[in-house]
């Protein structure tokens, strides 16, 4: 195994806090020879498809009438049968904010 030299230039340079190395304008000649991008709002917008039909079917198949009452000391006993549903709900309302946040903050 070779130990690398203790001066070497490119180790120093990776060690710096840099966090662009100059390349010539090698990444700038490869970004301007890719074709461009169709339908870059496709995506998002089948996100956004697809979180507003999850949004629609929670609220719909949720049995929110039959949900236990959340209280403290609801929140604090180790009973699953309190505990779970709210969980449930709690995750699927979680993931749908969070395809929301992820559908508006596409960058392409």
């Known amino acids: 195994m070779n130990l690398p030299e203790p001066n070497d230039p490119l180790e120093a340079l990776l060690r710096e806090q840099n966090s662009y190395i100059d390349d010539g304008g090698f990444t700038a000649r490869v970004i301007q020879t890719l ?4 339908r ?4 998002p917008a089948w996100l956004m498809c697809a979180t507003v039909i999850g949004s629609v079917l929670a609220v719909w ?6 949900l236990p009452a959340l209280d403290l000391s609801a929140l604090l006993s180790p009973n699953p ?3 779970l549903p709210w969980v ?3 995750t699927v ?3 749908l904010l969070w395809s929301l946040v992820a559908a508006l903050q596409w960058e392409d």
Request: charged fraction near 15%.
């Open 35 to 38: 074709p461009p991008r169709r």
């Open 40 to 43: 870059a709002w496709l995506r």
């Open 61 to 66: 198949w949720v049995p929110w009438g039959s």
């Open 81 to 83: 049968q309190v505990l």
């Open 88 to 90: 449930l709900v709690v």
């Open 93 to 95: 309302i979680g993931s």
